[in-house]
């Protein structure tokens, strides 16, 4: 296939994915994990509030600790949101766009995989569009949650492997 077949092909799963998504950019946490995701956003706002330190994410908890820290995972996608909105302000759209890319970085690294396990262009573009648009991947890739970052090491950890 040609370079610029592929790359016409690669931007078409890019405008996709922004154009189905679209319509939530703005929107609010809401949904199913909408706990989790708040408890993220939660992370999020104490960098940008309180505490830049990335060893000490921090969430709203009402049980008499003094530190309220949250340490279930390393927070490194909250900690790097939270520096972008302290230059670009508190937004729900920096958020969304922040996970538009790791989404991309996922549909990127599938492509590459899928090359790589079948040496062949266009069974890899058509497993990059059908990954984006599976249905778990669809609504949570644009939902703050670090499972997202982790499903596109992930990814690109079998690409280098």
Avoid: C
Avoid at 6 to 30: G, M, P, W
Avoid at 95 to 107: D, E, K, P, S, T
Avoid at 120 to 136: E, K, T, V
């Amino acid at each position: 296939m040609r370079k610029s077949v592929k790359l016409s092909a690669l931007f078409f799963i890019v405008i996709t994915n922004f154009i189905v998504h679209y319509e939530y950019l703005s929107q609010d946490i809401r949904g199913l994990h909408s706990w989790r995701q708040s408890q993220t956003m939660w992370n999020i706002r104490n960098f940008v509030r309180y505490d830049s330190n990335i060893l000490n994410p921090r969430t709203n908890v009402l049980n008499g600790d003094n530190d309220n820290l949250y340490r279930y995972e390393f927070p490194v996608m909250q900690w790097l949101i939270a520096m972008i909105q302290k230059g670009t302000g508190e937004k729900i759209e920096v958020v969304r766009i922040f996970m538009y890319l790791v989404g991309l970085m996922a549909i990127f690294g599938m492509y590459l995989l899928i090359k790589e396990v079948t040496s062949h262009d266009w069974s890899a573009f058509l497993g990059a569009f059908l990954f984006q648009l599976s249905p778990i991947f669809y609504y949570y890739s644009w939902t703050p949650l670090p499972d997202v970052l982790a499903l596109a090491a992930g990814i690109w950890y079998l690409v280098f492997i």
